[in-house]
């Protein structure tokens, strides 16, 4: 058996740069020495993210853009040294700003994904990303999203399609905007972040890494959450509504296997039933 242990982050973060990459070195020097070799960061984990979902950009001129192949991304690889690290930023394309994560080690960006659901006014921020794809690493094939796209069967659907062991999907989820709970524990909001990362990992028998935000920031407050979910939606590590690093040993391998030996969703699909009656719904 080769076991492979794997981390999700729930921490604060914010505009200032220079102090989040502070973070992320503490956060990477303390799962290195915990023998992490997989870390999942936040959503917006370089320069924080939106200060509210209400599209008022007039407040804030919003995360520092940042390029796929700049001195950032750079600097978090070096950083990330042998651990393979995925982590959220505001991604610069000449004039266009997307809501993207980076996955990276040592030797530079292993796969790139912009965000493709936008929920709320998002959109008055960043331009959609318009597809997932897995892509290898030395932990295993893996598949990337960010925090609204998990509401979307579809699309941890098409990674693990497309062969990805490991679904990592990083977050800035907050707590409700209309009727938030006392305690972030009993929060409605929260309490679909953990189901809608229990249900992608047990529907596609995949391993699932959660990383969210914890704290405020703006009008918005986190609810932290980050977690382990094996392939069968059996959470192995959780962080809790506060800051904090879930940690899990498995071997992937042999948990798909074991998963996926008797009843296999994937294998088991029948495609030429799911079809759309013309005129399906649309907003």
Known sequence: MSRLRIAAVAEQFGRDLEHDFRTVERLITTARAEGVRLLALPEACLGGYLLSLDGDSDQDAGPPPLAADGPQIRRLAALAGEMVVVAGYCEADGDTRYNSVVCVNGDGVLGNHRKVHQPLREDASYSSGD??????????RLGMMICYDKA?????????????????CVSAWPGS?????????????????????????LENQIVWLSANQSGSFGSLRFVGSAKVVDPGGEVLADTGVTAGMAVA????????????????????????AYTYPAGAFSA
């Open 152 to 168: 979307f069967p579809e699309s941890a659907r098409a990674l693990a399609l497309d062969g990805a062991q490991i679904g990592v």
């Open 131 to 140: 597809r997932f794809r897995a892509f290898d690493t030395p932990v295993g």
């Open 177 to 201: 905007r209309t009727s938030p709970a006392a305690d972030l524990a009993e929060d409605r909001w929260k309490r679909r972040f953990d189901l809608f990362d229990r249900a992608r990992a």
């Open 249 to 272: 040993d498995l071997d992937v391998a042999e948990v798909l296997r074991t998963a996926r030996r008797s009843m296999a969703h994937l294998r088991d699909r029948r495609p030429e």
